[in-house]
């Protein structure tokens, strides 16, 4: 939401200077003329930019097992990324000042901080653990190897539902529309 409101801010600025800085044709000016009214590119202008890939590879990484399909999505997000980003980087700023750098800086070390949790087996941990919490899996597993007489999953369904005797519910709490010679005598619901 926030990068959003900075890039309508940006192209909204870019505008207004183009409007109000000249009124006659492009080609009285020259081209570096023409990009002296672009927005000047930060020291911090690529912050935002990495800072956003770290935490879509992060989360990429890490519960990859909740969203299935997120790599996929992430794929091509990046694809349409990359066309804005150009888009943006040429028509909406002013060319940067170039300058050596060895490596990407911080993010490189956060991005190796990050594999390392990896190798460490932070991701398998904690998809393990949404799987876990998060489907019926190990109970099914439970059943199957524990209580099951044909090493099948028939009656699986009985066995993981609680029953409440619906006779011992006080005749003040019964509904209006019960019928007294209803035969139903228990409820099972999930626990």
């Known amino acids: 939401h926030n990068l959003s409101l900075r890039l309508v801010d940006r192209l909204m600025r870019n505008w207004w200077s183009s409007r109000k800085g000249r009124h006659s044709s492009e080609n009285h000016y020259s081209r570096w003329e023409q990009d002296y009214v672009l927005l000047n590119f930060s020291q911090i202008g690529l912050f935002y930019e990495y800072l956003e890939m770290v935490i879509q590879f992060g989360f990429i990484t890490l519960f990859v097992a909740s969203f299935p399909l997120a790599p996929l999505l992430a794929l091509f997000n990046n694809i349409v990324e990359i066309r804005v980003d150009a888009w943006k980087f040429t028509t909406q700023f002013r060319r940067p000042v170039a300058s050596k750098a060895r490596n990407i800086g911080a993010w490189q070390e956060i991005l190796n901080a990050h594999c390392l949790l990896r190798t460490i087996h932070v991701c398998f941990f904690s998809q393990a653990f949404i799987m876990a919490f998060t489907s019926d899996m190990i109970p099914r597993m439970v059943y199957l190897y524990a209580y099951s007489k044909d090493a099948s999953m028939s009656g699986y369904i009985n066995n993981s539902l609680s029953v ?18 209803n035969s139903t005598f228990t409820c099972r619901y999930f626990i």
């Open 164 to 181: 409440y005797n619906i006779s011992q519910i006080h005749p003040d709490n019964m509904p209006e529309d019960y019928l007294h010679d």
